[in-house]
């Protein structure tokens, strides 16, 4: 996203780094709509999060936000506009803007190759600015902070980890949508494994949905899973979850006569909230080793790299914060140590409302495995 949004600026060429030589990630994924809104009530338009952004950002900066939106070039908006529009397979978004840099056919140098930190440090000449956004596993998060040279894992990441989840997905053969009602009739027999159908996480194309949706598990299980597998699997190893799941689906199809198409599609994964203390080298920049590589060359994190959290919202966050960076690198004249306040600064604030914002899910979903048992309910519930 940074590459093309910089692609199409006045004054950069943009070398791009990427190891893998095809796009093959298949999971669907939703981008959040307010990445397309083009006012501030459809940007705080969020049931969640809507009077956080008011109470995080100012109007100024705000309004900064939908005015660089406005002017983004019509073939990446374009993009933004159709992949907010439902559920699309992760490789469609890499391999359609990867497409489009190309078709555009100038300045970018693309380059196969996995980034080593010292290949990093090593190329970087005065004048460049280096945009680490190799995903969660950022390769330079942890080299930010002074004397962190060894990459300590964590020396530059604060990590919250708020549950252990099965992501399970798969596709019905009728239109089937979920809201807070459904999740709760859909579940009543289930006591454990809830399968909770994220928000908008249903998506019907016309002929198929496609279903995702979290099951909390204990650390335990977690351990004892593969990282990836399907209804079979979980059948044999952990038929508690198979049983809760069947009733789920099973609901499903006495409401709406369908049936499942294939299998189940699970990933384990455990449901972090993170973000880089520093998502740029100003400690570098200010902590006196002028020798450092990092010391004349700006680094930013971007995507996963800065911030990453559960729930679904990481791409957006992502790419939120890449039309931020690009409008400040724009600015030709602007101060690299402003530069570098004002994305810090950005960055922390994206990282208030998305940790909020998880927080208050992760809490409404606990409330929710409780609804029954209003003991247990109120034990969860802090109310002054
Ligand atoms: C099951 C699941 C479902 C999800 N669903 C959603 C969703 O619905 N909505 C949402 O917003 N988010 C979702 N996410 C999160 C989303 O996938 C990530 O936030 C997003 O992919 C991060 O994008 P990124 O570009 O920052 O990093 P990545 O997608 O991780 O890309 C990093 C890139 O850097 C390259 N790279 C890494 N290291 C090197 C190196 N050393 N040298 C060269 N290249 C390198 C990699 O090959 C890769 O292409 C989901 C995540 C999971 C696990």
């Known amino acids: 996203m940074l590459t093309a949004l910089l692609q199409s600026m006045e004054g950069h060429s943009v070398r791009l780094y990427e190891k893998r030589r095809e796009y093959t990630r298949t999971r669907m994924v939703q981008l959040a709509p307010y990445l397309v809104a ?15 952004v008011e109470a995080i950002f100012d109007p100024r900066e705000l309004d900064q936000g939908l005015a660089f939106r406005r002017s983004i070039p019509p073939d990446l908006g374009a993009l933004l506009q159709s992949w907010s529009l439902g559920f699309c397979p992760l490789k469609s ?3 359609s803007i990867s497409d489009l840099i190309d078709a555009r056919g100038n300045g970018v140098e693309r380059t196969e190759a996995v980034v080593t930190v010292e290949d990093a440090m090593a190329m970087l000449q005065p004048g460049d600015v280096l945009i680490d956004s190799t995903g969660a596993r950022s390769l330079l998060r942890d080299h930010l902070v002074p004397g962190s040279d060894e990459g300590d894992e964590d020396a530059n990441t604060l990590k919250v980890r708020l549950e252990y989840a099965l992501v399970v997905t798969f596709l019905y ?3 089937y949508d979920c809201n807070e009602y459904c999740k709760y009739h859909k579940n009543k027999e289930n006591p454990h494994y809830k399968f909770i159908p994220m928000v908008h996480r249903t998506h019907f194309d016309g002929s198929v949905s496609h279903v995702t949706g979290i099951v909390n ?4 299980e977690y351990e004892a899973m593969p990282s990836r597998f399907d209804g079979e699997w979980l059948r ?9 799941m069947d009733r789920f689906i099973d609901k499903i199809k006495q409401e709406t006569h369908g049936e499942m198409l294939g299998d189940l599609e699970i990933v384990r994964i455990p449901l ?23 010391a004349t060359s700006p680094v930013f994190l971007a995507g996963d790299s800065a911030i990453g959290s559960p729930y679904f919202q990481s791409i957006s966050l992502g790419i939120e914060c890449a039309m931020f960076l690009a409008g400040l690198l724009a600015q030709r004249d602007l101060p690299l140590r402003d ?12 990282w208030l409302r998305v940790y909020m914002r998880s927080k208050m899910i992760k809490h409404n979903k ?3 495995e409780s609804l029954d048992d209003p003991l247990a309910l109120l034990d969860k519930l802090h109310i002054y």
């Open 366 to 368: 606990d409330l929710f």
């Open 339 to 350: 530069m570098l306040d004002r994305y810090e600064l950005y960055i922390y604030k994206q």
């Open 93 to 95: 978004i890499e391999r």
């Open 272 to 294: 972090d909230l993170y973000r880089a203390r520093n998502a740029t080298s100003r400690h570098v920049l200010t902590g006196g080793t002028s020798d450092h590589p990092f």
């Open 236 to 244: 044999g190893n952990f038929p508690g979850v198979a049983e809760s």
């Open 38 to 52: 083009d006012s501030l009530e459809s940007y705080r338009a969020d049931a969640i999060d809507g009077d956080s």
């Open 217 to 220: 598990i204990s650390a335990e």
């Open 173 to 175: 053969g009728q239109a």
